[in-house]
């Protein structure tokens, strides 16, 4: 009997071993599915580490090309400001010119009525709250020649 127990015990080692190294090989193989997985997370990380360092670059450039834009229109805005500013004199000064054309005109108007009918009373300026062009062309034309000729009077020295 003491050949069986001894024998029961070998075989239950055996056994034991046998599922041991049963266990130990599904452990191996889940150890080299680990190791797989482990690259490919590796590969992974390194391709997620590429796109971000390109995607920063990409955001410098963009920042860049940002801030290049904004100082181009940036002066491009100063510019056209300073252009309305002046064409704005501009039109005033036009405005102002073009008044004094109309006096010159009226003024003219008044003379010729005058010579044509020295006792009729002389009528009264109306106010130019409103700019009217006048359908007379050449009493405009006439006084934009008597205002220029003036102009060049004082350019050449003389007075008017």
Request: aromatic share 4%.
């Amino acid at each position: 009997m003491s050949n069986l127990f001894g024998l029961t015990i070998e075989s239950l080692v055996a056994v034991l071993l046998l599922l041991t190294i049963l266990y130990c090989a599904r452990l191996n193989k889940r150890i080299q599915l680990l190791k797989s997985d482990e690259r490919a997370m590796r590969m992974t990380i390194s391709e997620l580490m590429m796109a971000t360092e390109s995607a920063e670059r990409a955001i410098a450039g963009l920042k860049e090309t940002v801030r290049e834009a904004e100082e181009i229109l940036g002066s491009r805005l100063r510019d056209a400001e300073f252009y309305a500013t002046s064409m704005a004199e501009h039109v005033k000064s036009g405005e102002e010119v073009l008044g004094r054309l109309r006096k010159i005109a009226y003024a003219r108007d008044l003379l010729a009525l005058a010579e044509e009918e020295p006792d009729a009373p002389q009528p009264q300026p109306q106010p130019l709250k409103t700019p009217e062009v006048k359908s007379d062309v050449r009493s405009i034309a006439a006084a934009a020649q008597a205002f220029a000729e003036r102009a060049r009077m004082r350019v050449n020295g003389r007075a008017a």
